[in-house]
């Protein structure tokens, strides 16, 4: 398996909802990494995790909660959502550090 | 952070032509680069990589070219097909290798 799951593909939420989004792979990677991309913009790194661990958080505000419960799994929790976190979010995953670096497909969010 | 930064935002060339797209970085310490290649509604994909001892890098029908004099790197696409439009990303990593800054990306049309 060389792929990185994300689930859901799509994604419509109200304001004050909570929802998760769920990411998946079984290449034995051990840093998952959550990104976010606006429409014509590169992707944005949000959060890293490394063996299981919080290991960077780039200031992202607290209505994103990341979790790992494992190495193969990775969440986003989101609530209280603004219209303008509406975006793509991407997962990703790398054996270490930057190589094999390997992205899922993503998950379109639109918050309403 | 570090900037990665791509010269022309859109490009449009002729079915069986060849593309080219360029990308310049500012860290002369940079000793790994990525090309990746997004669709529309998907995940980034990787395309090829090229380490800075190397100048030159081919894949199937496409090649990276490395100048580390002046920091810029190309991806050049042989007989471009209508299937290689997509959003074009150069990529480095961080100097601590868990994550990657993405240049702003070129739109690469393909027009039969």
């Known amino acids: 398996d060389t792929e990185v799951t994300q689930t859901p593909k799509h994604l419509v939420m109200g304001m004050t909802n909570k929802k998760s989004l769920k990411c998946e792979q079984h290449?034995?990677?051990?840093?998952m990494y959550w990104y976010k991309q606006k429409a014509k913009k590169p992707p944005e790194l949000m959060f890293v995790?490394?063996?299981?661990?919080?290991?960077i958080n780039e200031s992202v505000p607290s209505r994103f909660s990341p979790e790992c419960p494992n190495s193969s799994l990775l969440n986003l929790h989101l609530h209280a959502l603004q219209p303008e976190d509406s975006a793509l979010y991407l997962c990703?995953?790398?054996?270490?550090?930057?190589?094999?670096?390997?992205f899922g497909s993503g998950t379109r969010l639109t918050v309403v | 952070g570090e900037s990665v930064g791509l010269h022309l935002p859109t490009l449009s060339v002729q079915e069986g032509d060849n593309s080219i797209i360029n990308c310049a970085y500012s860290n002369s310490a940079s000793d790994y680069f990525i090309w990746y290649k997004q669709e529309s509604g998907k995940g980034p994909q990787f395309i090829i990589d090229i380490r800075s001892n190397m100048d030159k890098r081919q894949g199937q029908r496409v090649t990276v070219l490395l100048n580390k004099t002046v920091k810029h790197l190309s991806l050049q696409i042989a007989a471009t097909q209508p299937g290689d439009s997509a959003v074009y990303f150069c990529?480095?990593?961080?100097?601590?290798?868990?994550?990657?800054?993405f240049g702003t990306g070129t739109s690469l049309t393909v027009i039969p």
């Open positions: 990703a995953s790398s054996l270490q550090g930057p190589y094999g670096y390997t």
């Open positions: 290449m034995g990677h051990r840093a």
């Open positions: 990529a480095e990593p961080s100097e601590t290798g868990n994550q990657f800054y």
């Open positions: 995790y490394s063996y299981e661990k919080l290991s």
